[in-house]
């Protein structure tokens, strides 16, 4: 999921897109693109592999796989949060 954040907003700040909005959204479709592909099992799998990421597992009535795949965008969220943060404090130190 990493790889798949930092790639796309690799190829978006490559054509010139700085706003943060923009690279959220162009993440966030590239995310929704990769779930479709993921099995309901992997991703549950995934999901409970880790305590912090196993308090998205889904609590609705909808189906389980829309549920598993709605809670694996969220951990995509929290991702280009992590992002975010990571590429502030980068510019922000010198070496």
């Known amino acids: 999921m990493l790889k798949k954040v930092v790639l796309s ?3 978006a700040i ?3 897109v700085r706003n ?10 590239r995310l ?3 779930v479709l ?3 309901p099992d992997r991703l549950e799998q995934w ?3 880790h305590p912090r ?3 998205f597992m889904p609590k609705s009535s909808i189906t389980r796989a829309e549920c598993l795949r ?3 965008l969220e951990e995509g969220r929290e991702i280009i949060a992590d992002v975010f943060d990571y590429a502030d404090a980068m510019t922000r130190t010198r070496f």
């Open 9 to 11: 907003m690799a190829d």
């Open 14 to 16: 490559q054509n010139d």
């Open 20 to 29: 943060r909005r923009t690279l959220y959204d162009l993440a966030m479709t």
């Open 32 to 34: 929704a693109s990769k």
């Open 37 to 39: 592909s993921l099995k």
């Open 47 to 49: 999901l409970q592999g």
């Open 53 to 55: 990421r196993a308090a």
């Open 70 to 72: 709605k809670a694996w």
